[in-house]
Nanobody, 131 residues
Framework: QMQLVESGGGLVQAGDFLRLSCAAS????????MGWFRQAPGKEREFVAA????????YYADSVKGRFTISRDNAKNTVYLQMNSLKPEDTAVYSC????????????????????????WGQGTQVTVSS
């Protein structure tokens, strides 16, 4: 049973940056693709970014492309989300998720966007961006 714990959220102003971390324990981190999702009040949880087991394949939602960067450190069992040029519409609870991957890198983008197929989720961290 894998546990995921996010950290790094907070209240910032538009244009600022934040770095989210997601620390994993209780599982073989390098066997999982990792994703970040977010949920704003009254909205469905949406895909933000994902990274393959090996880190060679990375995908972003169009709304964050060019501003957010996902990365992982398999030695530290941690995935990161660097968020730059934050906008008020980025305000949401951000959650990391792990999905078992039987190949080093799944190429199909839609595979990473299937939120219901992720095996483990963190509790989420609040990101609030004021205008």
């Amino acid at each position: 049973q894998m546990q995921l714990v996010e950290s790094g959220g907070g209240l910032v102003q538009a244009g600022d940056f934040l770095r989210l971390s997601c620390a994993a324990s209780g599982g073989t981190f390098s066997s999982y693709a990792m994703g970040w999702f977010r949920q704003a009040p009254g909205k469905e949880r949406e895909f933000v970014a994902a990274i393959s087991r090996s880190g060679t394949h990375i995908y972003y939602a169009d709304s964050v492309k060019g501003r957010f960067t996902i990365s992982r450190d398999n030695a530290k069992n941690t995935v990161y989300l660097q968020m730059n040029s934050l906008k008020p519409e980025d305000t949401a609870v951000y959650s990391c998720a792990a999905r078992i991957s039987y190949v080093r890198s799944v190429i199909l983008r839609s595979w990473y966007e299937e939120r219901d197929k992720y095996d483990y989720w963190g509790q989420g961290t609040q990101v609030t961006v004021s205008s």
